[in-house]
């Protein structure tokens, strides 16, 4: 058993049972090659509820700042983050996001780049965008619905991968793309809600 799966086990022990998770739409995941998967983001705990749903392992960019902290920066590491600096053009990011897309493995984005403090869903950033132009992924949406209460329900939809032929076709702007990804996790939250 790998980290991350045994990681994985005990934060889904812990999450699914206390927030009463109900995961809907595995069966449009990909069941294998590179898959741009992206969430609406209201909760510091939408990665990990993300990591213990997904059928597959996920990366995830993490703030810089959290590889600094002892012990945690271990943890994080070997859960398949990797850092990003956050206000500045991070070239290394761009290019481990991309690499995790192009080896066939499943990359988890919140395009809105920060936790919505409202629970609306918020404007995407360009990078969403950017990742979904550069690669062959498959782009999954996915919406965290629910407050994060105890013993409350919390869902999380994993929708259909969205056709990305046709804006590639059209060389739509990252800016377009992200619009459109961000317009289906906001139908699948009207939804389910």
């Known amino acids: 058993m ?3 799966s045994f990681a994985r086990s005990v934060v889904a022990g812990f999450l699914k049972p206390l927030y009463r998770i109900e995961v809907i739409g595995l069966e449009y995941f990909p069941k294998d090659g590179g898959v741009l998967l992206c969430t609406n983001h209201i909760h510091n705990f939408d990665p990990l509820v993300v990591g213990a749903t997904a ?3 996920v990366h995830f960019m993490a703030k810089e700042e959290i590889f600094n902290v002892p012990v945690l ?3 994080v590491r070997r859960c398949n983050a990797f850092p990003v600096k956050r206000g500045k053009g991070d070239r290394e990011s761009l290019r481990a996001g991309l690499k ?3 080896d066939g493995n499943v990359f988890g984005l919140f395009p809105e780049g920060t936790r919505s403090k409202t629970g609306e869903i918020g404007k995407g950033l360009s990078g969403a965008g950017f990742f979904a132009l550069r690669t062959e992924a498959d782009v999954v949406p996915c919406a965290i619905i629910g407050p994060y209460k105890s013993l409350g329900k ?3 939809v994993y929708g259909k991968p969205i056709a ?3 804006m590639r076709a059209a060389k739509a702007s990252a800016e377009q793309v ?3 990804i961000m317009s289906e996790i906001d139908k699948l939250i009207k ?3």
Do not use: A, D, S, W
Request: cysteine-free; hydrophobic content about 35%; proline content about 8%.
């Open 73 to 75: 920066g271990n943890i």
């Open 100 to 102: 995790v897309l192009k």
């Open 2 to 4: 790998t980290f991350y």
């Open 154 to 156: 919390l869902k999380v």
């Open 55 to 57: 059928p597959r392992p």
């Open 178 to 180: 992200t619009e459109l």
């Open 164 to 166: 990305m032929e046709e």
């Open 191 to 193: 939804e389910h809600q």
